[in-house]
């Protein structure tokens, strides 16, 4: 989501609408299904538990939903620590999307069968990977997926996708 299309927060202040947005995708990240998602005020206890700072539910639920419009920096460290994350990712849009590629990875490794076909294509030839980069692309388009990974997230080095 770029600047224009971010919504304007309390008092038309995009930062904190940027902050809410990056802290709800970490809270998605930590827990894709949502049906198994806490609530604040157990999540808040697990930050608690965790970092051994302290947030209320309320507080949380407030920075989550941009009703809170001055976060300080002791909550802000405590959030970082916990999501495992630098403090500049709520701010900093180069390191905010850095992270979020590793977290989408991350995600998408937390399926057994992820993990199993990344394993199984380690030591595979060049020629060999980008048939299977190729069947996974076809897949994907059957499925009327989007691309999983554009251009711009390849490794140097690597040959470009079919």
């Known amino acids: ?14 930062l904190i609408a940027r902050f809410s947005q990056r802290l709800n995708e970490l809270i998605a990240a930590l827990y894709p299904d949502e049906r198994h998602r806490p609530g604040y005020a157990k999540l808040a ?8 700072g ?11 939903t941009g009703k809170k419009r001055n976060v300080t920096l002791e909550q802000l460290d405590v ?13 900093d849009d180069d390191a905010a999307e850095r992270i979020a590629s590793e977290l989408k990875l991350a995600t998408a490794l937390r399926d057994v069968r992820v993990r ?7 030591g595979l030839s060049s ?9 996974v692309n076809e897949a994907r388009r059957i499925q ?15 040959s470009p996708s079919p």
Do not use: C, K
């Not at 206890?45 to 051994?52: D, K, L, N, S, Y």
């Not at 959030?79 to 701010?91: H, I, K, S, T």
């Not at 009327?144 to 690597?158: N, Y």
């Open 45 to 52: 206890a697990q930050i608690r538990e965790t970092t051994g």
């Open 1 to 14: 989501m770029n600047e224009s299309e971010l919504p304007r927060g309390q008092g038309g202040r995009r």
């Open 79 to 91: 959030l970082a620590e916990f999501f495992g994350v630098p403090p500049e990712y709520f701010f």
């Open 144 to 158: 009327h997926l989007p691309d999983a990974a554009p251009p711009a997230e390849q490794v140097a080095g690597d």
């Open 127 to 135: 020629e060999a990977l980008d048939a299977l980069l190729t069947m």
């Open 54 to 64: 302290t947030i209320s539910a309320t507080y949380l639920w407030e920075l989550a």
């Open 116 to 122: 199993n076909l990344a394993l199984r294509a380690d």
